[in-house]
């Protein structure tokens, strides 16, 4: 049988052809958050007016406060909500993807709506609602950053709770025993980066799974932290649980900018550590020898020992570093606020950080927004709480979970963890 | 440099995987160790680069004795390594990972990527590579990212460099590039261990050939051996490399496949427009370099993958929209390419996994129940009928050896009422008395009048087995020709060209 | 049985009756007859071993297997446990001050406070010698069953999702769904004794399944890990019931401002078992049945046939024609149930006046410990579930008592089970010999993921 062949070069046959694998999620997320609004306009109708205060009455530069019409304005917010879905569903009938700045301005006007509504006949301190919501991501962002660093270096950090709750506790200790807020602090890190040996000795050197290890390792901060309560703060509350707490340090000029400068600017030191740390940790991940080889780590625990990485060892000083963040992020709880350490006090503050750390796709800076994403929600509530709100309080707090459940299944797109995530590196 | 090893032995447990091994490379020249799947020359590599310690003896460069608690002490020392899966970081770029592990940094410990993609481009220059420094490595085709391997060990001045089965993903004109390459680092004056157990190979490019068998060094040869006497070394027999078959006893068509296209979850179509018919009593063999296609063309064939349009039928009866159970219910046997990873459960004992398919409904299961006295009986029998060595049905299945696992999954698939059989890569990891047994049923089977579909990357089980060969490129069939075409004609079709004349056996 | 050195009898390869062949020399290779050697490769690659004796394999099992190391991880706990007291106790501390001149007395306090303790916690959990009567002594052991009784039902749910792959940490949300639904039935209709405990115990089931089967959808639809969503489950589930607690009309008591419901319909409750003096209710015999259920489903039904393969390998299930996703839909429903029943007899059998958004108790969390104690197997979850119920009696007694807080429990739990997730931390601390088979590479219990298809 004779067979010969043609003689065209190898290197000339293209790519693999390609098509586009289209999704429905995001239109019908949108249609369904359209036709949300549209209920609330149709069956419960708010009259009178919205205000939005945008400056408070220390501030040097005053700005007016906006008033407008609520049901006006939420009905104009429908016509762009149902146009913004449209054009959605023509984005995946002609066979792209939603782009993520439509899904940013779709949740924006949502919100505007949302506010408009849920306030009317009342005004909303917005730069109160802001700095609230700062305030109470602090600590979220703090251990979203634990959960970022520990699970690009290969280690499931479900301590984060549990990292929070014993910096949270020794800081407060620590701090009453010396006076010294400072001290708390670094006690603070110390703590959380302890919590994270017994998570790393486990996970590392034993191949204990990691998510085991780190839910065992939360009911074992619980408990410890309440037993030491019982036993020791509560009959010595004035030795060893009055922290002192922060002082605020407004910065000069930046404190005075319009809405920013007070939302931003007019922090305790626990926040201002935190913009330093989310820069280094960004930074240092990204554009760093230590950053490079932690995510090599992550990804590819063999490829980064060929190379003469340590492996184990970068994960376990990565993951006590990670605690240590998380630690700090403790201090909020007590020190960062003046409060005295109480049992449970963190009420799984932790859980969310990792929901942001999942949501914010292992990135810092995304973590962060979504950190903050989820300080906002819980402030919403406390702030409509305060202006008598038509929405059960419980519904806003369930909000940063279920936004974080409709995340993970998909909303946002394939959410891809650093490979090697959650796998011990057994050698040989 | 030279290169010593001397009386390397190394156990995993019971096992011993290197056994008093003796090697010496000379400055500048390529050396081959040759041996089967198994045989223990990665083990003997992996030592050689610090991964694992080895039990007993030495490793010496130019006569000083060495000591390598990691990789870092081996790279140091001037060995490098192009692994066999590559270790490369595939959300890195090639600068990214040329730097691992030795980065240059500026002021702060900030990553000097500039000084990185000087170095890849210097290298890439010196050997004609054409890296891009700033592309994704994932981005990269396979024969790009080997060549990042090379730049990688180059860039540590690397002066022993290993390459351990490096021709297993690549074309045979990547392969002849491959072996230019080779050439052209020893001339550098590079040392070259290159590990293989291809003959081919070994033949062309190498200047002297180490044989390695079961752990242990069993002789040496010059290139100019032959073909069979590096065989039978390598095997420790004479081997016969076919099967003894008869000519088909076609029947008629059987499967039926026409313009089938799978999409993979990137949007790419890495099954095109496939068509094709197997005959009863026939086995079609489906050849080509890993990664062209195959694996997820059978895939397909058992509703494994979800994005596919065309048509595929078996016996009239159309299933590319069925489910993985209805098609198993039609009547099809699959073995797939990975057993650990698809075919088999390792904790689960060899009884449970002879029933691992039937799980619902008659012959094992009734009213819901597992019908346990039935499922020993037959789990007893097949353990006989299939030769499995184990110490008993209630063994687990991860303790038996490759070849053992490979019957407990030819026992299960044909001990069915099977109207197709799809065979991946039924031999890889197998050792040779069990490949024999398991190219034995195969044939069997096909004699049965049952059509046959055989996926293999290695072209010697394509020429043991095939009535007729289908060659996949990049997803789509570049030709099927009869079973006894040549070898060069079928390496030119696995590099993508189409053969003239003779397509339509 | 098939032993490997025995001929193979009959069938299509009785070829080479005489397969104990040497390896070959290597230089004689060539010139052999390819008949006889096909598979002496595969022989030496797995050498014989002598099997040892049949009691030699008996201690070496008890002195490595897993229920040595059980034993022992809850030796080591108790001792960190006692360690803490010891330290926290005033009157060590008090005699500790001037330890160097009496070391005694500081001796004698760290054994007073320690022994007061888990005397505390053996006579509040087992049996009471300062009792009377036998009625009245044994009454701990019966509040350790009843406390048993939900720990060991969410251990089972919890522990079937291992199984399967899958852990379910959602079951705080589940009961709490389960209780609310079961309560709900159990004070606001009027049915005849008997179905209305059985309309609520159903209706609570179905509650707790249908919660955690939220999960299993998603896993199965989008891939979404079902560990983040069952954390986020309970959140939404604990505001959820939270609401409807405070909400007239739904869960709240009729005339009350407290976050509280009515108290159950005595056609509902679960009837005592050993009658009224003692708390231990219908509920437990539920809980005995739920664990002979699940080990039939796991140890003799295709069901689970199906769940055990999918937890050990999803894509070699899914290519066996499994629907995984199916499985792991179902998998959560069964467990849902599981959990749904441990918030069923919190709220129909041991807190019948009314319950608050903590009626779950931490029992969801504490079901992941006795889930991991009990090796996600059914009758070790069903021991495993008694002794931390045996803490949780004991522990409040404690607390009572000496004055030790109840948390201490929680502390000496989540030890046992890091102890028992690393038999080498054992085994060092406790100059055990290593098994052979090194736990190198230990069994992965969870979270195998099917390749993105």
């Known amino acids: ?428 | 440099m030279k290169l010593e090893l001397r009386g390397i032995t190394k156990r995993f447990g019971s096992l011993v995987a290197n056994d008093h091994i003796d090697l010496t490379v000379e400055a500048g020249e390529i050396h081959c160790l040759l041996g089967e799947n198994g045989a223990g020359k990665s083990t003997l590599m992996n030592v050689l680069y610090g991964l694992y310690q080895a039990d007993e003896g030495e490793v010496l460069l130019d006569d000083e004795v060495q000591h390598f608690a990691g990789p870092g002490d081996a790279m140091a020392a001037g060995i490098g390594m192009v692994h066999q899966h590559f270790m490369l970081i595939p959300v890195f770029t090639v600068a990214e990972n040329v730097m691992l592990g030795h980065e240059s940094t500026k002021a702060g410990g900030i990553l000097d990527l500039a000084s990185a993609r000087a170095k890849v481009r210097e290298i890439s220059d010196r050997f004609g590579f054409d890296v891009d420094p700033d592309a994704l490595v994932d981005d990269l085709p396979v024969g790009v990212q080997q060549r990042v391997e090379i730049i990688k060990a180059l860039s540590r001045d690397a002066r022993v460099l290993v390459f351990d089965e490096p021709t297993a993903v690549l074309t045979p004109q990547e392969t002849d590039e491959l072996m230019g390459i080779m050439r052209q680092l020893k001339e550098s004056g590079t040392s070259i261990v290159f590990i293989t157990h291809k003959l081919r190979e070994v033949r062309e490019v190498a200047d002297r050939i180490t044989v390695i068998r079961l752990g242990k060094v069993v002789g040496e040869a010059s290139p100019t051996a032959s073909n069979a006497e590096l065989a039978s070394l390598m095997v420790g027999r004479a081997v016969e490399l076919t099967v003894h078959k008869d000519e088909p006893n076609l029947g008629e068509a059987a499967l039926v496949v026409e313009g089938l296209t799978v999409i993979d979850p990137i949007g790419q179509l890495v099954v095109n427009d496939v068509s094709f018919t197997v005959r009863r009593g026939e086995i079609l063999a489906v050849a080509g370099v890993q990664g062209n296609g195959q694996t997820e063309l059978t895939e397909a064939l058992l509703g494994l993958q979800p994005r596919i349009t065309g048509s595929i039928a078996i016996d009239g009866i159309e299933l590319s929209s069925a489910s993985p159970r209805r098609i198993l219910d039609a009547g099809v046997g699959f073995v797939p390419e990975d057993r650990n990873e698809d075919g088999l459960v390792g904790e689960f004992t060899i009884t449970e996994n002879l029933m691992l398919d039937r799980s619902n409904g008659a012959p094992f299961v009734r009213a819901g129940n597992i019908q346990r006295a039935a499922l020993e009986q037959f789990a007893r029998e097949k353990v006989s009928e299939f030769d499995v060595r184990t110490q008993g049905i209630d063994s687990k299945v991860r303790q038996l050896s490759g070849g053992n696992q490979q019957k407990v999954v030819l026992a299960r698939e044909l001990s069915r009422d099977l109207r197709l059989l799809v065979a991946a890569q039924p031999t890889r990891g197998v050792d040779v008395g069990s490949i024999e047994f398991i190219h034995k049923r195969i044939v069997e089977t096909r004699d049965s009048g049952v059509p046959v579909v055989v996926v293999s990357t290695e072209l010697d089980e394509v020429a043991a087995l095939a009535d007729r060969i289908m060659v996949m490129y990049r997803g789509r069939i570049v030709g099927i020709v009869p079973g006894d075409t040549p070898r060069e004609v079928l390496g030119l079709m696995m590099a993508g060209e189409v053969p003239t004349e003779g397509a339509a056996a | 049985m098939s032993d490997p050195r025995e001929p193979a009898s009959g069938g299509a390869d009785s070829r080479e009756p005489d397969a104990d062949v040497a390896i070959e020399e290597p230089g004689s290779v060539a010139a052999t007859s390819t008949t006889t050697t096909t598979t002496a490769a595969a022989r030496a690659a797995a050498p014989e071993v002598e099997p040892p004796s049949r009691w030699h394999t008996m201690l070496h099992q008890i002195a490595t297997g897993n229920a040595i190391i059980s034993v022992l991880a809850v030796i080591l706990a108790l001792i960190v446990g006692a360690i803490m007291i010891a330290f926290t106790d005033e009157n060590v501390q008090k005699a500790s001050v001037y330890f160097f001149a009496r070391p005694g007395d500081t001796v004698v306090a760290v054994w007073q406070s320690v022994s007061g303790a888990y005397t505390a916690l053996f006579q509040g959990s087992v049996y009471n010698f300062n009792r009377d009567t036998f009625a009245a002594g044994i009454r701990p052991l019966t509040e350790t069953l009843t406390f048993a009784t939900p720990l060991i039902a969410g251990g089972l749910g919890v522990g079937l999702a291992f199984r399967v792959g899958m852990f379910n940490i959602g079951g705080r949300g589940q009961m709490l769904i389960a209780a609310s639904v079961a309560g709900w039935i159990g004070f606001g209709f009027d049915l005849p004794w008997g179905l209305h405990m059985l309309v609520a115990l159903i209706g609570g089931l179905l509650g707790g399944a249908l919660w955690a089967g939220i999960a299993g959808l998603l896993k199965a639809r989008t891939g979404a890990h079902e560990v983040i969503v069952t954390i986020m489950l309970n959140y939404v589930a604990f505001y959820l019931v939270s609401w409807m607690l405070r909400t007239p009309g739904l869960l709240q008591a009729p005339g009350s401002s407290n976050p509280k419901t009515p108290a159950m319909k005595e056609t509902a409750i679960f009837p005592a078992l050993l009658g009224p003096q003692y708390n231990l209710h219908f509920g437990f015999i539920l809980v005995v049945g739920a664990t002979v259920l699940v080990w039939w489903i796991l140890s003799r039904s295709s069901l689970g046939f199906k769940f055990r393969a999918v937890g050990e390998n999803p894509n070699a299930a899914r290519v066996a024609g499994i629907n995984v996703k199916s499985m792991y839909v179902y998998a959560m429903l069964i467990a849902g149930a599981l959990l749904g029943l441990a918030g069923v007899s919190q709220v129909l059998g041991t807190v019948t006046t009314g319950f608050t958004a903590g009626i779950d108790a931490g029992i969801g969390f504490d079901a992941i410990t006795v889930a991991l104690l009990g090796r996600s197997t059914p009758w070790g979850i069903f021991v495993a579930g008694i002794l931390f119920g045996a803490f949780k009696a004991g522990g409040f007694s404690m607390q009572a008592a000496e004055g030790v807080p109840v948390e201490i429990v929680l502390v000496v739990q989540s030890l046992i089970v890091l102890f028992i997730a690393a038999p080498p931390l054992v085994r060092t601390i406790f100059r055990l010999p290593d098994p052979s088979r090194a736990a190198k590479r230990p069994r992965p219990i969870v979270t195998k993921e099917v390749k993105a298809k």
């Open chain 1, 1 to 428: 049988m004779s067979t010969t062949v043609q003689q065209t070069p190898a290197s000339d046959v293209p790519a693999l052809a390609t098509t586009v694998v289209t999704s429905w999620k995001a239109p019908i997320a949108f249609a369904a958050f359209t036709l949300i609004a549209l209920l609330l306009a149709v069956f419960a109708p708010r009259e009178g007016e919205t205000g939005f205060r945008l400056s408070e009455a220390k501030d040097v530069i005053q700005i007016t406060t906006i008033t407008t019409p609520a049901m006006p304005t939420l009905w104009v917010v429908i016509v762009l909500l149902a146009l913004a879905t449209a054009y959605s569903v023509f984005i995946v009938a002609s066979k792209r993807r939603v782009p993520l700045w439509l899904i940013v301005v779709f949740a924006v006007l949502f919100m505007v709506g949302f506010l408009t509504w849920a306030a009317a006949g009342a005004t909303i301190p917005v730069v109160g609602l802001l700095f609230g919501s700062l305030s109470l991501a602090v600590p979220l962002i703090f251990g979203s950053l634990s959960g970022v660093l520990s699970e690009r270096v290969g280690v499931i950090n479900i301590a984060i709770e549990g990292q929070l709750l014993a910096g949270a506790f020794t800081a407060a200790v620590v701090a009453s025993i010396t006076g010294q807020p400072i001290a708390g602090l670094f006690a603070a890190m110390v703590a959380g980066m302890l919590v994270s040996f017994v998570l790393a000795a486990f996970s590392i050197k034993y191949f204990v799974d990691q998510v085991i290890v780190g839910v065992v390792l939360n009911v074992l901060v619980l408990g410890l932290t309440s037993f030491f309560y019982s036993q020791v703060l509560v009959p010595n509350a004035a030795q060893l649980n009055t922290p002192p707490r922060f002082d605020r340090l407004p910065i000069p000029v930046l404190s005075e900018i319009p809405i920013i400068g007070p939302v931003l600017f007019r922090q305790t030191l626990v926040v201002y550590l935190m913009y330093v740390a989310v820069a280094l940790v960004y930074i240092g991940l990204f554009h760093t020898k230590w950053g490079l080889r932690l995510r090599a780590v992550g990804e590819h625990p063999q490829a980064a020992d060929t190379v003469g990485i340590k492996v184990n060892r970068t994960r376990f000083w990565n993951v006590a570093l990670a605690g240590a963040i998380a630690g700090l992020g403790g201090t909020f709880f007590t020190i960062g606020s003046g409060i005295a350490f109480n049992k449970e006090m963190t009420a799984g503050a932790g859980f969310i950080a990792l929901a942001a750390v999942i949501f914010g796709q292992w990135d810092p800076i995304k973590a962060t927004f979504a950190a903050l994403l989820f300080g906002f929600a819980s402030n919403l509530q406390n702030t409509l709480a305060v202006i008598g709100s038509p929405v059960p309080s419980e519904f806003m707090l369930m909000l940063p979970y279920v936004v974080t459940i409709f995340a993970v299944a998909g909303l946002v797109g394939k959410v891809r963890g650093p490979a090697a995530a959650g796998k011990p590196y057994i050698k040989s």
